[in-house]
């Protein structure tokens, strides 16, 4: 009786989460900066998820699901979403162009940016705080949360559009298992290909290597990897936590022996036994004040 006590309590606390999922939105309801089409794979959007209740004033995350920027894995979405929830974070899923459906940079950027300044131009609606806005990214997307870290800008004060307005500086950054460098001897060949196409100039190369962007302006950043991850080298990680320490940027750096590549949460919801790497968030978040002790 017990048992089922419990996975009832389960079962009813995920379906009151996913009702907090909202519909998806359009990043630009008038069409994307170089769309190729206007299909959904064309028109970039957010899926809001909320606290249940709802907070008077929160953080909020922009997530970026990986997939190599062929894809976009759910469990590196939705299933974040869910979890931040659990802490009374807002977060936004970002469904952002892929290489798969032709896309190549600087459209995730955009994408990515867009979001960032969405959320703070809605900050009212969603009751967050707009200078507490942070990028997750896992995998490819925390190559692109990182680029957005290492490349933002305050926005456009006489923009029509009051979106873009809004600065794209995230106030902190989330990196898990990241793919960091395009540099080839750190890269993961299959994203590079899929972000920059198969003969990308040196120049290009350089510029989205994102160990080699980093200023003293880069948010605060939290990093996690795994030495046992063997699709994207635990190097990026460490050589981006470096170029951090050089510029004088706050962080926190995790490498953990077990894991594969995609680990994720480690643990479906509702998150009863999540991967460590989620309490030294924590424990970060709260340092950082973007959730309540």
């Given at each position: 009786m017990i048992r089922v006590s419990r996975f009832l309590a389960a079962a009813l606390w995920l379906a009151a989460a996913q009702a907090h999922g909202a519909e998806p939105v359009l990043l630009w309801p008038d069409g994307a900066p170089g769309a190729l089409g206007a299909e959904d794979k064309d028109r970039p959007t957010l899926t809001p998820f909320a606290p249940e209740p709802m907070p008077a004033?929160?953080?909020a995350m922009v997530v970026c699901p990986g997939g190599g920027y062929l894809g976009l894995a759910g469990y590196e979405g939705k299933d974040y979403a869910l979890y931040l929830n659990q802490a009374g974070v807002t977060a936004f899923v970002l469904q952002y162009r892929l290489g798969s459906h032709g896309y190549r940079h600087p459209r995730m950027l955009e994408d990515a940016a867009r979001a960032v300044r969405w959320v703070r131009a809605h900050a009212a609606?969603?009751?967050v705080d707009p200078q507490r806005v942070g990028i997750m990214g896992s995998s490819a997307g925390g190559h692109l949360a990182s680029t957005l870290l290492t490349r933002?800008?305050?926005?456009?004060?006489e923009a029509a559009d009051p979106v873009e307005r809004e600065s794209s500086r995230p106030d902190l950054g989330i990196l898990c298992y990241a793919v960091i460098s395009m540099r080839t001897e750190l890269t993961h060949e299959g994203?590079?290909?899929?972000l920059l196409g198969p003969a990308p100039g040196a120049d290009l190369l350089w510029a989205l290597s994102n160990e080699l962007q980093v200023t003293p302006d880069?948010?605060?950043c939290f990093l996690w990897h795994t030495w046992e991850d063997r699709t994207v080298k635990v190097e990026n990680a460490l050589e981006f936590a470096a170029a951090l320490r050089r510029a004088g940027v706050p962080f926190e750096l995790h490498i953990y022996?077990?894991?594969?590549?995609g680990v994720a949460l480690g643990d479906a919801a509702p998150f009863r036994n999540p991967h460590p790497w989620t309490r030294d968030l924590?424990?970060?978040l709260r340092a950082q004040r973007f959730i309540d002790p």
């Open positions: 004033r929160c953080a609606e969603w009751h933002h800008d305050a926005g456009k004060p994203s590079r290909r899929a880069t948010p605060p022996q077990k894991g594969a590549h924590a424990h970060w």
